[in-house]
Protein backbone atom coordinates (compact mmCIF):
# COMPACT_ATOMS: atom_id res chain seq x y z
CA UNK A 1 0.00 0.00 0.00
CA UNK A 2 1.00 3.21 -0.66
CA UNK A 3 1.38 5.21 2.47
CA UNK A 4 0.32 8.77 2.90
CA UNK A 5 4.35 9.83 3.79
CA UNK A 6 4.85 7.94 -0.01
CA UNK A 7 2.15 9.83 -1.22
CA UNK A 8 3.11 13.45 0.24
CA UNK A 9 6.36 12.82 -0.93
CA UNK A 10 5.35 12.16 -4.77
CA UNK A 11 2.98 15.07 -4.28
CA UNK A 12 5.30 17.14 -3.13
CA UNK A 13 8.50 16.49 -4.62
CA UNK A 14 7.01 15.63 -8.42
CA UNK A 15 10.18 13.31 -9.56
CA UNK A 16 10.24 13.08 -12.86
CA UNK A 17 11.10 9.29 -14.52
CA UNK A 18 9.81 6.26 -13.12
CA UNK A 19 10.87 5.50 -9.09
CA UNK A 20 10.69 3.82 -6.02
CA UNK A 21 9.62 5.10 -2.71
CA UNK A 22 10.64 3.35 0.58
CA UNK A 23 9.03 4.16 3.93
CA UNK A 24 11.27 3.26 6.44
CA UNK A 25 8.63 3.04 9.04
CA UNK A 26 7.15 0.29 7.56
CA UNK A 27 10.29 -1.78 7.19
CA UNK A 28 10.70 -0.56 11.37
CA UNK A 29 7.24 -2.12 11.34
CA UNK A 30 7.92 -5.53 9.62
CA UNK A 31 10.91 -6.15 11.53
CA UNK A 32 9.23 -5.51 15.04
CA UNK A 33 6.30 -8.08 13.94
CA UNK A 34 8.98 -10.40 12.74
CA UNK A 35 11.18 -10.35 16.04
CA UNK A 36 7.72 -10.40 17.72
CA UNK A 37 6.27 -13.63 15.79
CA UNK A 38 9.76 -15.66 16.05
CA UNK A 39 11.41 -13.99 19.31
CA UNK A 40 13.49 -17.06 19.56
CA UNK A 41 14.60 -16.47 16.31
CA UNK A 42 17.46 -14.43 14.64
CA UNK A 43 16.95 -12.13 12.12
CA UNK A 44 19.51 -12.00 9.36
CA UNK A 45 17.69 -9.23 6.58
CA UNK A 46 18.47 -10.55 2.97
CA UNK A 47 20.13 -7.50 1.63
CA UNK A 48 19.58 -8.35 -1.95
CA UNK A 49 16.03 -7.38 -1.56
CA UNK A 50 16.82 -3.84 -1.44
CA UNK A 51 20.43 -2.74 0.07
CA UNK A 52 19.47 1.13 -0.23
CA UNK A 53 21.97 2.08 2.42
CA UNK A 54 18.76 4.11 4.59
CA UNK A 55 17.33 0.48 4.72
CA UNK A 56 20.65 -1.30 6.03
CA UNK A 57 21.52 1.37 8.89
CA UNK A 58 17.78 1.22 10.48
CA UNK A 59 18.01 -2.16 10.47
CA UNK A 60 21.77 -2.47 11.88
CA UNK A 61 20.37 0.06 14.87
CA UNK A 62 17.48 -1.86 15.61
CA UNK A 63 19.62 -5.35 16.23
CA UNK A 64 19.20 -7.02 12.80
CA UNK A 65 21.91 -9.52 11.88
CA UNK A 66 22.53 -10.07 7.90
CA UNK A 67 22.65 -12.68 4.90
CA UNK A 68 24.62 -11.47 2.24
CA UNK A 69 25.62 -12.68 -0.86
CA UNK A 70 28.61 -11.61 -2.26
CA UNK A 71 31.79 -9.20 -0.59
CA UNK A 72 29.73 -5.80 -2.13
CA UNK A 73 26.72 -6.98 0.35
CA UNK A 74 29.04 -7.45 3.23
CA UNK A 75 30.98 -4.48 2.84
CA UNK A 76 27.45 -2.46 2.62
CA UNK A 77 25.90 -4.20 6.14
CA UNK A 78 29.10 -3.42 7.47
CA UNK A 79 29.00 0.27 6.45
CA UNK A 80 25.68 0.35 7.75
CA UNK A 81 26.75 -0.36 11.03
CA UNK A 82 26.29 -4.12 11.39
CA UNK A 83 29.68 -6.27 12.80
CA UNK A 84 30.94 -8.98 10.86
CA UNK A 85 29.65 -11.49 13.84
CA UNK A 86 26.30 -10.34 13.00
CA UNK A 87 26.57 -10.89 8.50
CA UNK A 88 26.44 -14.32 7.05
CA UNK A 89 28.15 -14.86 3.73
CA UNK A 90 24.95 -16.75 2.47
CA UNK A 91 25.45 -17.44 -1.07
CA UNK A 92 26.19 -21.41 -1.53
CA UNK A 93 28.67 -20.20 -4.65
CA UNK A 94 31.35 -18.02 -4.00
CA UNK A 95 34.67 -17.50 -5.62
CA UNK A 96 37.64 -18.70 -3.76
CA UNK A 97 38.96 -14.95 -3.53
CA UNK A 98 35.88 -13.92 -2.00
CA UNK A 99 35.66 -16.23 0.65
CA UNK A 100 39.44 -15.30 1.76
CA UNK A 101 38.74 -11.17 1.36
CA UNK A 102 35.06 -11.98 3.77
CA UNK A 103 37.10 -13.63 6.34
CA UNK A 104 39.72 -11.06 6.07
CA UNK A 105 36.58 -8.71 6.81
CA UNK A 106 35.92 -10.73 9.64
CA UNK A 107 32.96 -12.93 8.52
CA UNK A 108 33.10 -16.31 10.05
CA UNK A 109 29.34 -18.18 9.00
CA UNK A 110 29.34 -19.10 5.66
CA UNK A 111 26.57 -21.70 3.86
CA UNK A 112 27.77 -24.49 1.44
CA UNK A 113 26.13 -27.10 -0.34
CA UNK A 114 28.57 -29.23 -1.75
CA UNK A 115 32.00 -30.52 -0.30
CA UNK A 116 33.73 -28.38 -3.56
CA UNK A 117 32.20 -25.64 -1.56
CA UNK A 118 33.35 -26.71 1.82
CA UNK A 119 37.08 -27.64 0.47
CA UNK A 120 37.27 -23.89 -0.65
CA UNK A 121 36.13 -22.45 2.52
CA UNK A 122 38.65 -24.66 4.32
CA UNK A 123 41.12 -23.10 2.47
CA UNK A 124 40.31 -19.61 2.75
CA UNK A 125 38.54 -19.12 6.05
CA UNK A 126 39.73 -21.79 8.11
CA UNK A 127 38.12 -22.71 11.21
CA UNK A 128 34.78 -20.89 9.85
CA UNK A 129 31.05 -21.96 11.06
CA UNK A 130 29.69 -23.49 7.69
CA UNK A 131 25.94 -24.60 7.16
CA UNK A 132 24.89 -26.56 4.79
CA UNK A 133 21.94 -25.93 2.36
CA UNK A 134 19.20 -28.42 1.59
CA UNK A 135 17.41 -28.69 -1.41
CA UNK A 136 13.48 -28.43 -0.97
CA UNK A 137 10.61 -28.55 -3.52
CA UNK A 138 9.39 -24.83 -3.47
CA UNK A 139 5.97 -25.85 -3.66
CA UNK A 140 3.85 -23.38 -2.80
CA UNK A 141 6.09 -20.09 -3.88
CA UNK A 142 5.82 -17.76 -6.13
CA UNK A 143 9.08 -17.42 -6.73
CA UNK A 144 10.51 -20.91 -6.36
CA UNK A 145 14.04 -21.11 -5.65
CA UNK A 146 14.14 -24.41 -7.77
CA UNK A 147 17.69 -26.53 -7.84
CA UNK A 148 19.73 -23.87 -8.39
CA UNK A 149 20.70 -24.49 -4.31
CA UNK A 150 20.62 -27.23 -1.95
CA UNK A 151 21.66 -30.89 -1.82
CA UNK A 152 19.77 -33.61 -0.54
CA UNK A 153 19.85 -34.40 3.34
CA UNK A 154 21.97 -37.42 2.46
CA UNK A 155 24.52 -35.28 0.36
CA UNK A 156 24.41 -32.49 3.34
CA UNK A 157 25.64 -35.22 5.88
CA UNK A 158 28.35 -35.92 3.77
CA UNK A 159 29.18 -31.99 3.13
CA UNK A 160 29.22 -31.55 6.71
CA UNK A 161 31.23 -34.77 8.13
CA UNK A 162 33.64 -32.98 5.47
CA UNK A 163 33.90 -29.93 6.50
CA UNK A 164 34.49 -31.30 10.03
CA UNK A 165 37.57 -33.43 8.66
CA UNK A 166 38.81 -30.11 6.98
CA UNK A 167 38.57 -28.43 10.40
CA UNK A 168 35.54 -26.38 9.71
CA UNK A 169 32.97 -25.90 12.65
CA UNK A 170 30.18 -28.36 11.57
CA UNK A 171 27.82 -25.74 12.72
CA UNK A 172 23.90 -26.65 11.02
CA UNK A 173 21.38 -26.71 8.27
CA UNK A 174 19.40 -24.61 6.29
CA UNK A 175 16.95 -24.38 3.21
CA UNK A 176 14.87 -21.69 1.83
CA UNK A 177 11.48 -22.59 1.21
CA UNK A 178 11.09 -20.38 -1.92
CA UNK A 179 10.30 -16.73 -2.22
CA UNK A 180 6.97 -15.21 -1.82
CA UNK A 181 5.32 -18.99 -0.31
CA UNK A 182 1.96 -18.93 1.24
CA UNK A 183 2.02 -21.68 2.17
CA UNK A 184 2.53 -22.06 6.31
CA UNK A 185 3.23 -26.40 5.94
CA UNK A 186 6.09 -25.71 3.66
CA UNK A 187 8.60 -25.22 6.31
CA UNK A 188 7.27 -28.51 8.15
CA UNK A 189 8.29 -30.27 5.24
CA UNK A 190 11.99 -28.75 5.79
CA UNK A 191 12.17 -28.68 8.68
CA UNK A 192 11.86 -32.50 8.89
CA UNK A 193 14.70 -32.68 6.52
CA UNK A 194 17.37 -30.77 8.52
CA UNK A 195 16.04 -33.03 11.58
CA UNK A 196 17.39 -35.87 9.37
CA UNK A 197 20.59 -34.42 9.29
CA UNK A 198 21.01 -33.64 12.81
CA UNK A 199 20.34 -36.95 13.81
CA UNK A 200 22.42 -38.71 11.27
CA UNK A 201 25.45 -36.94 12.34
CA UNK A 202 24.28 -36.61 16.01
CA UNK A 203 24.78 -40.62 15.55
CA UNK A 204 28.68 -40.31 14.42
CA UNK A 205 29.22 -37.25 17.29
CA UNK A 206 28.62 -34.69 15.25
CA UNK A 207 26.38 -32.40 17.17
CA UNK A 208 24.80 -29.43 14.87
CA UNK A 209 23.56 -26.61 16.64
CA UNK A 210 21.60 -24.41 14.30
CA UNK A 211 18.83 -24.17 11.44
CA UNK A 212 18.70 -21.56 9.28
CA UNK A 213 15.02 -21.17 7.94
CA UNK A 214 15.68 -18.82 5.04
CA UNK A 215 13.23 -16.48 4.04
CA UNK A 216 10.11 -17.12 1.96
CA UNK A 217 8.02 -14.77 3.67
CA UNK A 218 5.25 -13.02 1.60
CA UNK A 219 4.34 -9.80 1.38
CA UNK A 220 0.69 -8.31 0.05
CA UNK A 221 0.39 -8.09 -3.68
CA UNK A 222 -3.47 -8.72 -4.86
CA UNK A 223 -4.35 -11.27 -2.22
CA UNK A 224 -4.09 -11.13 1.31
CA UNK A 225 -1.10 -12.98 2.80
CA UNK A 226 -1.00 -14.68 6.73
CA UNK A 227 0.38 -12.40 8.85
CA UNK A 228 4.41 -13.57 10.22
CA UNK A 229 2.30 -14.28 13.66
CA UNK A 230 0.76 -17.07 11.61
CA UNK A 231 4.33 -18.33 10.19
CA UNK A 232 5.66 -18.54 13.81
CA UNK A 233 2.98 -20.47 14.93
CA UNK A 234 3.31 -22.79 12.21
CA UNK A 235 7.03 -22.60 12.59
CA UNK A 236 7.65 -23.40 16.13
CA UNK A 237 4.40 -26.16 16.28
CA UNK A 238 7.25 -28.07 13.17
CA UNK A 239 9.99 -27.11 15.40
CA UNK A 240 8.59 -28.59 18.21
CA UNK A 241 7.48 -31.44 16.01
CA UNK A 242 10.68 -32.45 14.56
CA UNK A 243 13.17 -31.23 17.47
CA UNK A 244 11.06 -31.98 20.64
CA UNK A 245 12.54 -30.52 24.07
CA UNK A 246 15.68 -30.00 21.64
CA UNK A 247 15.14 -26.68 19.35
CA UNK A 248 18.49 -25.93 18.44
CA UNK A 249 19.37 -21.90 17.99
CA UNK A 250 17.29 -20.71 14.73
CA UNK A 251 17.76 -18.08 12.09
CA UNK A 252 15.45 -16.53 9.53
CA UNK A 253 16.24 -14.52 6.26
CA UNK A 254 13.10 -12.34 5.75
CA UNK A 255 13.64 -10.14 2.35
CA UNK A 256 10.58 -9.41 0.62
CA UNK A 257 8.41 -9.88 3.80
CA UNK A 258 11.08 -7.35 5.05
CA UNK A 259 10.41 -4.35 2.47
CA UNK A 260 8.04 -5.41 -0.44
CA UNK A 261 4.92 -3.30 1.14
CA UNK A 262 7.18 -0.51 2.13
CA UNK A 263 7.79 0.43 -1.73
CA UNK A 264 6.01 2.33 -4.26
CA UNK A 265 6.84 2.68 -7.74
CA UNK A 266 5.69 5.60 -9.63
CA UNK A 267 5.17 5.32 -13.22
CA UNK A 268 3.79 7.12 -16.55
CA UNK A 269 1.71 5.66 -19.19
CA UNK A 270 3.67 6.43 -22.24
CA UNK A 271 1.13 4.55 -24.98
CA UNK A 272 -2.25 2.96 -24.86
CA UNK A 273 -2.46 1.57 -28.37
CA UNK A 274 -4.19 -1.48 -29.63
CA UNK A 275 -3.02 -4.23 -32.71
CA UNK A 276 -6.05 -4.18 -34.77
CA UNK A 277 -9.14 -1.89 -34.46
CA UNK A 278 -11.44 -4.61 -33.64
CA UNK A 279 -8.99 -5.63 -30.95
CA UNK A 280 -10.42 -5.86 -27.58
CA UNK A 281 -7.40 -5.86 -25.32
CA UNK A 282 -5.51 -2.64 -24.96
CA UNK A 283 -1.67 -2.55 -24.77
CA UNK A 284 -0.76 -0.02 -22.33
CA UNK A 285 3.03 0.86 -21.97
CA UNK A 286 4.43 2.10 -18.96
CA UNK A 287 7.91 3.88 -18.60
CA UNK A 288 9.60 1.07 -16.41
CA UNK A 289 9.52 -3.20 -17.46
CA UNK A 290 11.16 -6.14 -16.48
CA UNK A 291 14.68 -4.12 -17.66
CA UNK A 292 13.80 -1.33 -15.51
CA UNK A 293 13.04 -3.11 -12.14
CA UNK A 294 9.93 -4.95 -12.59
CA UNK A 295 12.02 -8.05 -13.42
CA UNK A 296 10.16 -10.35 -11.25
CA UNK A 297 7.13 -10.04 -13.66
CA UNK A 298 8.77 -12.84 -15.58
CA UNK A 299 6.44 -15.97 -16.64
CA UNK A 300 3.83 -13.48 -14.93
CA UNK A 301 5.05 -14.55 -11.00
CA UNK A 302 4.82 -11.46 -9.28
CA UNK A 303 1.87 -9.51 -9.69
CA UNK A 304 1.72 -6.42 -8.45
CA UNK A 305 -0.94 -4.03 -7.36
CA UNK A 306 -1.70 -1.40 -9.63
CA UNK A 307 -3.22 2.02 -8.76
CA UNK A 308 -4.32 4.33 -11.07
CA UNK A 309 -6.40 8.25 -10.11
CA UNK A 310 -9.37 6.45 -12.57
CA UNK A 311 -9.85 3.26 -10.36
CA UNK A 312 -13.64 2.93 -9.67
CA UNK A 313 -14.02 3.51 -13.46
CA UNK A 314 -14.95 0.70 -15.78
CA UNK A 315 -12.28 -1.38 -16.62
CA UNK A 316 -10.90 -3.51 -19.33
CA UNK A 317 -8.10 -6.20 -19.78
CA UNK A 318 -4.76 -4.54 -21.22
CA UNK A 319 -1.69 -6.52 -21.90
CA UNK A 320 1.08 -4.39 -19.88
CA UNK A 321 4.48 -3.93 -21.22
CA UNK A 322 8.06 -1.99 -20.38
CA UNK A 323 9.33 1.02 -22.78
CA UNK A 324 12.10 -0.75 -24.21
CA UNK A 325 12.77 -2.24 -27.97
CA UNK A 326 13.00 -5.72 -26.56
CA UNK A 327 9.91 -7.64 -27.02
CA UNK A 328 10.69 -9.90 -24.13
CA UNK A 329 9.72 -6.65 -22.05
CA UNK A 330 5.87 -7.31 -21.87
CA UNK A 331 4.97 -8.14 -18.53
CA UNK A 332 1.12 -9.28 -18.38
CA UNK A 333 0.15 -10.89 -21.37
CA UNK A 334 -1.02 -14.23 -20.71
CA UNK A 335 -3.21 -13.27 -17.91
CA UNK A 336 -4.13 -9.50 -19.24
CA UNK A 337 -4.28 -7.08 -16.60
CA UNK A 338 -7.62 -5.28 -15.39
CA UNK A 339 -7.27 -1.35 -15.71
CA UNK A 340 -9.47 1.44 -16.41
CA UNK A 341 -11.38 2.10 -19.29
CA UNK A 342 -10.70 6.12 -19.52
CA UNK A 343 -6.51 5.55 -18.21
CA UNK A 344 -4.79 7.65 -21.07
CA UNK A 345 -1.23 8.40 -22.12
CA UNK A 346 0.05 10.25 -19.46
CA UNK A 347 -1.48 9.54 -16.32
CA UNK A 348 0.72 8.29 -13.37
CA UNK A 349 0.07 5.01 -12.18
CA UNK A 350 1.81 3.80 -8.42
CA UNK A 351 2.97 0.16 -8.87
CA UNK A 352 2.52 -1.30 -5.05
CA UNK A 353 4.32 -3.75 -2.65
CA UNK A 354 7.51 -2.93 -4.80
CA UNK A 355 10.09 -2.45 -1.99
CA UNK A 356 12.30 -5.70 -2.57
CA UNK A 357 14.05 -7.18 -5.43
CA UNK A 358 13.02 -3.77 -7.77
CA UNK A 359 15.99 -1.37 -7.85
CA UNK A 360 18.84 -4.47 -7.97
CA UNK A 361 17.31 -5.98 -10.75
CA UNK A 362 17.52 -2.65 -12.69
CA UNK A 363 19.70 -2.81 -15.44
CA UNK A 364 21.95 0.29 -16.33
CA UNK A 365 20.80 2.50 -19.06
CA UNK A 366 19.51 -0.43 -20.94
CA UNK A 367 17.85 1.14 -24.45
CA UNK A 368 19.07 4.05 -22.89
CA UNK A 369 16.71 4.22 -19.59
CA UNK A 370 18.26 4.85 -16.44
CA UNK A 371 18.46 2.55 -13.52
CA UNK A 372 15.34 2.61 -11.47
CA UNK A 373 15.59 5.72 -9.17
CA UNK A 374 15.29 5.27 -5.25
CA UNK A 375 13.91 7.86 -2.49
CA UNK A 376 14.10 6.30 1.53
CA UNK A 377 11.77 8.68 3.02
N1 LIG B 1 18.10 -16.16 2.08
C1 LIG B 1 18.65 -16.58 0.94
C2 LIG B 1 19.85 -17.46 1.02
C3 LIG B 1 18.12 -16.20 -0.30
O1 LIG B 1 18.70 -16.61 -1.44
C4 LIG B 1 16.99 -15.34 -0.32
C5 LIG B 1 16.38 -14.94 -1.59
O2 LIG B 1 16.75 -15.29 -2.67
C6 LIG B 1 16.48 -14.90 0.90
C7 LIG B 1 17.03 -15.33 2.07
C8 LIG B 1 15.31 -13.96 0.95
O3 LIG B 1 14.16 -14.58 0.54
P1 LIG B 1 12.76 -13.84 0.60
O4 LIG B 1 12.90 -12.58 -0.11
O5 LIG B 1 11.83 -14.81 -0.01
O6 LIG B 1 12.44 -13.63 2.06
Avoid at 61 to 86: H, L, N
Avoid at 278 to 298: C, Q
Wanted: charged share 25%.
Amino acid sequence: MATQRILDFLATRRPSGPCLVVDLDVVRDNFRAFEKAMPESKVYYAVKANPAPEILRLLAGMGSSFDTASVAEIEMAMDAGAPAERISFGNTIKKERDIARAFELGIRLFAVDSVEEVEKVARAAPGSRVFCRVLTDGEGAEWPLSRKFGCVPAMAVDVLRVSKSLGLDAYGVSFHVGSQQTDLTAWDRALADAKKVFAKLAEEGIMLGMVNMGGGFPTRYLRDVPAAQAYGQAIFEALSKHFGNNIPETIIEPGRGMVGNAGVIKSEVVLISKKADNDNVRWVFLDIGKFGGLAETMDEAIRYPIVTDRDGDEVAPCVLAGPTCDSADVMYEKTPYPLPLSLTIGDEVLIEGTGAYTTTYSSVAFNGFEPLRSYVI
